[in-house]
């Protein structure tokens, strides 16, 4: 019922910067909280960042907090990640999500999922 697909992916330095876009489809997106992931080889997803259905509020664990920022345009369908000053630690496949629960933090507080995008941060 609802679509999601991550673009922005890529190879940059320590300390450089990626732009991540999340694009929505099939149910109305202003509707949804959504939140980014991701996934390194061999490790747990973990949560990156939330965002409720309005864009006022915003969430963010501690090994992100100050790089990362979460933002969503709702006429456009659209989540973005933007990341800043990336480390190596940063490398990994990164998802976007949808659900009912504002800034959930919790992989089953989502219900939709995208295929994911690759982020690498190369030493």
């Known amino acids: 019922q609802v679509q999601l697909v991550e673009s922005g992916g890529g190879l940059v330095q320590t300390g450089g910067s990626l732009r991540l876009s999340c694009a929505a489809s099939?149910?109305?997106?202003?509707?949804?909280?959504m939140g980014w992931f991701r996934q390194a080889p061999g490790k747990e997803r973990e949560f990156v960042a939330a965002?409720?259905?309005?864009?006022?509020?915003?969430f963010y664990p501690d090994s992100v907090k100050g790089r990362f920022i979460i933002s969503r345009d709702n006429e456009k369908n659209s989540l973005y990640l933007q990341m800043n000053s990336l480390k190596p630690e940063d490398t990994a496949v990164y998802y976007c999500?949808?659900?009912?629960?504002?800034?959930?933090?919790?992989?089953?507080?989502?219900?939709?999922w995208g295929h994911g995008t690759q982020v690498t941060v190369s030493s």
């Open positions: 965002i409720d259905w309005s864009g006022t509020n915003t």
């Open positions: 099939g149910r109305p997106f202003s509707t949804l909280a």
């Open positions: 999500a949808a659900g009912p629960v504002g800034l959930g933090s919790q992989i089953n507080e989502y219900n939709y």
